[in-house]
């Protein structure tokens, strides 16, 4: 299915970039949240939802564009978790750092996932333990590197104090700023080592790199050491954490 699954997600990538260059519309609006959505998040969520609908018409989807109320999802143990296009911002930036992401849940643990950047046409994936990039034609296996100094990634669009304190008590380092889930998939191919989290992300932010990074040899814990899980509840948001080899 993990085919079937990464051209579901170059569809989306494909309807992204129709309105990214210019060919559709781009209708901003802002959400309740005060996050802007576009022409080409609601197309790519329209390509998924079709897509996994037909795939798997028996697997749940909960996707940013179609949060399910808590009523209806409290009891999924196995459901499809989709950011149709992470990193709006960096989209409206125009700075190519976005992706298309699409995880599988059972049991509370993101088992399959891939995360697609349309405009790098880079896509990261991962099922059965395994994860792969995919450039040019290409798909080779990944996975995490033990660098020193180590690098250390950070959001672009998103910095607090926390990170900073964090930042300055780590010791030598490097740090890149990038945006979206691209930065879970840094550390899982072994460009960079740490990714702190203290703002608040989203479960469908997460999710995919999530599968992708852990498959690679990462984990992926909350600041009390807790796995990072995604069992439903009624909050989407995530907890703070930090993606890491050890």
């Excluded at 996994?52 to 179609?66: A, Q, R, V, Y």
């Excluded at 009523?71 to 709006?88: A, F, H, K, M, Q």
């Excluded at 989209?91 to 849940?105: C, P, Q, S, W």
């Excluded at 080592?193 to 932010?205: E, H, K, V």
Aim: charged fraction near 25%.
């Amino acid at each position: 299915m993990i085919e079937q699954i990464c051209q579901l997600s170059r569809d989306a990538g494909a309807a992204i970039m129709a309105v990214y260059n210019g060919e559709q519309p781009i209708d901003i609006v802002t959400k309740k949240d005060d996050s802007p959505v576009t022409a080409a998040d609601l197309a790519a969520h329209h390509i998924i939802k079709c897509g996994l609908e037909k795939l798997t018409p028996n697997i749940p989807l909960l996707s940013e564009e179609d949060p399910q109320a808590w009523e209806i999802r409290r009891n999924w143990s196995r459901y499809w978790l989709v950011d149709p296009l992470d990193g709006t911002k960096e989209f409206l930036h125009r700075n190519g750092e976005f992706t298309v992401n699409i995880a599988l849940i059972e049991e509370g643990e993101a088992v399959m996932g891939v995360v697609y950047a349309p405009v790098l046409d880079v896509l990261y994936l991962a099922d059965r333990g395994k994860a792969w990039k995919e450039e040019g034609g290409r798909r080779s296996e990944i996975g995490v590197s033990n660098t020193q100094p180590p690098v250390v990634v950070v959001s672009r669009s998103h910095s607090d104090d926390e990170l900073r304190d964090y930042l300055q008590q780590l010791g030598e380092h490097q740090t890149i700023a990038v945006g979206s889930s691209l930065k879970f998939c840094l550390v899982a191919e072994g460009k960079a080592q740490l990714y702190p989290r203290f703002g608040p992300t989203n479960i469908w932010d997460t999710a995919a790199g999530h599968a992708v990074a852990v498959a690679a040899g990462a984990h992926i814990r909350d600041w009390q050491g807790r796995p990072l899980e995604y069992n439903p509840r009624e909050s989407f948001l995530n907890p703070g954490f930090r993606v890491s080899l050890f």
